[in-house]
């Protein structure tokens, strides 16, 4: 069984400074793969960034870079310079990297981020 | 290119009623699923289908059921509809299907029984 945990039910952070986003996961699969979401008030999921278990280096995509500590079995989003539109909902979850592309995505429960100007 | 497209965007329904929801991925896209989201649960699974054949399926009763079309095209049935099935239900589509794919979703269908 895999599990996702997100601490942080809600952060405020000023705009343009730098926000971490904490997720830790549980599994018992030597394959698999992190993700990261956000979810604004419009209800749709985006992707920000993945991070494969096997990868040696740290996922970077634009502002948002994923802090991957596998012995500590965490995966923190790192949001540069913060922005307004950043607010949203911030999802982790996790798939196992099996031979078929059927598994499901665990989510955690979410973070709630505000960007105060 | 058109982003994953979900309809109707709100539903209202009562007890006991059946509800059809519909999905359409990508353009190319092949592979669909539906997860549910509430406040108490949060995001959970509740099945996967690829070139029409369902190969996954969550922990849900009998009265959810899906299917998909020879276009990739997907719908969602939930029968007998109870209090609890009040939720969003978002639908992701991605190209092959491998698990290091990112999914992408849809806006949702908002769901409400009364």
């Known amino acids: 069984a895999q599990k996702i945990t997100q601490t942080q039910p809600g952060m405020f952070v000023q705009e343009k400074e730098a926000v971490t986003l904490d997720c830790t996961y549980d599994?018992?699969?030597?394959?698999?793969?992190l993700f990261w979401y956000k979810q604004p008030s419009s209800g749709e999921m985006i992707f920000l960034i993945y991070?494969?278990?096997?990868?040696?280096q740290n996922a970077t995509e634009g502002r948002y870079s994923l802090n991957f500590q596998k012995a500590r079995k965490s995966a923190n989003l790192v949001i540069s310079a913060s922005q307004l539109g950043d607010s949203a909902m911030y999802f982790c979850?996790?798939?196992?990297?099996?031979?078929?592309?059927?598994?499901?995505?665990?989510f955690g429960t979410g973070t709630r981020l505000t960007i105060i100007p | 290119k058109a982003g994953v497209t979900q309809t109707p965007r709100y539903l209202i329904k009562t007890r006991g009623q059946q509800v059809t929801l519909s999905c359409s991925p990508i353009s190319g896209h092949r592979s669909v699923s539906w997860y549910q989201q509430t406040p108490g649960q949060g995001l959970q699974f509740l099945f996967e289908?690829?070139?029409?054949?369902?190969?996954n399926k969550g922990n849900f009763p009998g009265r959810f059921s899906g299917r998909q079309f020879s276009n990739s095209r997907s719908e969602m049935n939930v029968s007998t509809l109870e209090l609890g099935d009040s939720a969003l239900y978002l639908c992701a589509s991605s190209l092959e299907a491998a698990n290091n794919e990112k999914l992408f979703f849809g806006s949702g269908t908002q769901l409400s029984v009364l």
């Open positions: 599994t018992s699969d030597q394959s698999y793969g």
């Open positions: 991070q494969g278990s096997y990868d040696e």
């Open positions: 289908y690829f070139s029409e054949t369902q190969r």
């Open positions: 979850a996790m798939r196992a990297l099996r031979d078929f592309g059927n598994e499901k995505l665990t």
